[in-house]
Nanobody, 127 residues
Framework: QVQLVESGGGLVQPGGSLRLSCKASGRTMREFTMGWFRQTPGKEREFVGAISRNARTIEYADSVKGRFTISRDNAENTAYLQLNRLQPEDTAVYYC????????????????????WGQGTQVTVSS
């Protein structure tokens, strides 16, 4: 397994931006598809987006498409989630997750596909 630690969350006004980071350790991140999910109290974990091992395929949930951007730096063992034009409904705990996949596999949007999870970072969008 790989260990994941998210950072970069915080309080931001509507329309603002944040950049979340997910640092992997224990194994090289290039072996994993990386996913981002979010969760609010009482709701199931929601897919935000995911990036394939070689970054050639990136998938986004419709709710964040055009506002959020996922990237990865395999040399730094770090994945990123850039959140722009944030809205109050984006308030949630954001998690990164790793899915060990073959190189050509498309990223999954199902939380059950991911074996390793970070502890989450809180994003609050409020004026």
């Amino acid at each position: 397994q790989v260990q994941l630690v998210e950072s970069g969350g915080g309080l931001v006004q509507p329309g603002g931006s944040l950049r979340l980071s997910c640092k992997a350790s224990g194994r090289t991140m290039r072996e994993f598809t990386m996913g981002w999910f979010r969760q609010t109290p009482g709701k199931e974990r929601e897919f935000v987006g995911a990036i394939s091992r070689n970054a050639r395929t990136i998938e986004y949930a419709d709710s964040v498409k055009g506002r959020f951007t996922i990237s990865r730096d395999n040399a730094e063992n770090t994945a990123y989630l850039q959140l722009n034009r944030l809205q109050p409904e984006d308030t949630a705990v954001y998690y990164c997750a790793a899915d060990r996949q073959i190189l050509t596999a498309a990223p999954s949007s199902s939380a059950r596909a991911y074996e390793s999870w970070g502890q989450g970072t809180q994003v609050t969008v409020s004026s």
